[in-house]
């Protein structure tokens, strides 16, 4: 069986029960039970039969598909039953309260009196520590939220994907956790000078860095072109960065 949480900001139209009424269900354990196929208008339609807060009730989620659906929890990633957080996800990122960790990538928003909002946090860095300071419900295809204490003691958050349960395969890599968020400094590793890991820090580029200082600052390229002795890598926002011999020599 598996044990699921259903999120708070889930719509009433999500699950299928009559005279549903949504309040009964936010942050409830679900435990899935069984998944049946049944003949439907149109074609075979798969139903997922879960119980609620380990009462005799049932509620069931209906996916309009048939075989290829019956497998669906069995395997991390199929699609998606929107709203439903697996539990084993969301106790594995409390762990990680009153730890240090390092920031991999930019992107953090600001976590404010009110909670999280949809504003991205003015601290334009990343490879610092932060403390975890709680883990909260986040969004459908991130379903975990890590808010933790920025270098100005200020709040920022980061949703991101723990096990890849019930998320879509094609955003469970771009959400993972281990790409946001490392246990390990990654300055200790690092071969060069103050200047250049400042300008990583700050996502700049700038001539004589290496490839692999590259990546450290923009990440596995979109695309790479080689021409003799040069090599060009393609990155978002049509911006493209020039090697020779290993070196940036120009950037646009």
């Keep these: 069986m598996y044990d699921f949480f259903l999120q708070k900001d889930a719509d009433e139209n999500g699950f299928h029960k009559t005279e549903l009424i949504y309040d009964e269900y936010a942050g409830k354990k679900f435990t899935l039970l069984k998944v049946d196929e049944r003949q439907g208008i149109g074609g075979l339609r798969t139903f997922f039969v879960f119980q609620v807060e380990g009462q005799e009730e049932l509620v069931e989620y209906r996916v309009m598909m048939g075989k290829s659906a019956l497998e669906a929890l069995e395997r991390k990633g199929i699609g998606q039953i929107k709203y439903l957080i697996a539990q084993k996800d969301v106790q594995e990122a409390q762990e990680l309260v009153g ?16 909670g999280a909002t949809k504003s991205v946090h003015p601290l334009h860095k990343k490879f610092f520590a932060a403390e975890v300071i709680k883990v909260e419900e986040g969004v459908s295809l991130a379903p975990v939220r890590i808010v933790f204490e920025m270098p100005d003691k200020s709040l920022a958050y980061h949703d991101v994907v723990m096990s890849g349960t019930n998320i879509d395969p094609s955003f469970s890599q771009e959400g993972a956790f281990d790409k946001f968020i490392s246990f390990d400094n990654p300055k200790i590793a690092f071969e060069g000078s103050e200047i250049i890991w400042s300008l990583i820090c700050s996502g700049k580029i700038a001539t004589s860095m290496t490839k692999e200082q ?39």
């Design 214 to 252: 590259v990546k450290l600052t923009w990440g596995e390229p979109l695309g790479v072109i080689k021409d003799g002795d040069r090599e060009q890598w393609e990155f978002h926002g049509n911006s493209y960065v020039v090697f020779k011999n290993n070196k940036v020599v120009e950037i646009r």
């Design 99 to 114: 730890k240090t960790v390092y920031i991999k990538e930019f992107g953090f928003k600001k976590y404010g009196e009110q």
